[in-house]
Nanobody
C-alpha cells in the first residue's frame, strides 16, 4: 500500500556534498514520521536522522552538524542533505515510514565517498 523510492546517491570525494530524496506514494493516511538509515559495508543498518510529522528532527551523533533532514509534505518527500562527507559515510542509505504497525522501506541508494 505504501512505496518508498530513494534517489540521489552516487560517488563523491571526501568533503563533498550530496542530496538524497525519498518519495512516498500509495495509501498514505497521514503525515508520518520518516527516517533515514545508513548501512556501511559489513555493518548493521543504523538510524541517522528522523523528522516528525510536525517537522522536529533528531540526528545520530556521527552526522550532527553535517547532515540535514527535511520534508516537503505536499510532495510526500523527505530529503537528506549531506555535507562534509567522509569515507565512513559510504554505504547504502534507506528511508523508512511506519504506518498501521508496519515498517515500510525503500530499496536504498548507494553512496560512495572516496578519500
Amino acid at each position: 500500500q505504501v512505496h518508498l523510492v530513494e534517489s540521489g546517491g552516487g560517488s563523491v570525494q571526501a568533503g563533498g556534498s550530496l542530496r538524497l530524496s525519498c518519495a512516498a506514494s500509495g495509501r498514505l493516511f497521514s503525515i508520518n514520521t520518516m527516517r533515514w538509515y545508513h548501512q556501511g559495508p559489513g555493518n548493521q543498518r543504523e538510524l541517522i536522522a528522523t523528522i516528525s510529522s510536525g517537522g522536529s528532527t533528531n540526528y545520530a551523533d556521527s552526522v550532527k552538524g553535517r547532515f540535514t533532514i527535511s520534508r516537503d509534505n505536499a510532495k510526500n518527500t523527505v530529503y537528506l542533505e549531506m555535507n562534509s562527507l567522509k569515507p565512513e559515510d559510504t554505504g547504502v542509505y534507506f528511508c523508512n515510514l511506519d504506518q498501521n504497525g508496519f515498517r515500510y522501506w525503500g530499496q536504498g541508494t548507494q553512496v560512495t565517498v572516496s578519500s
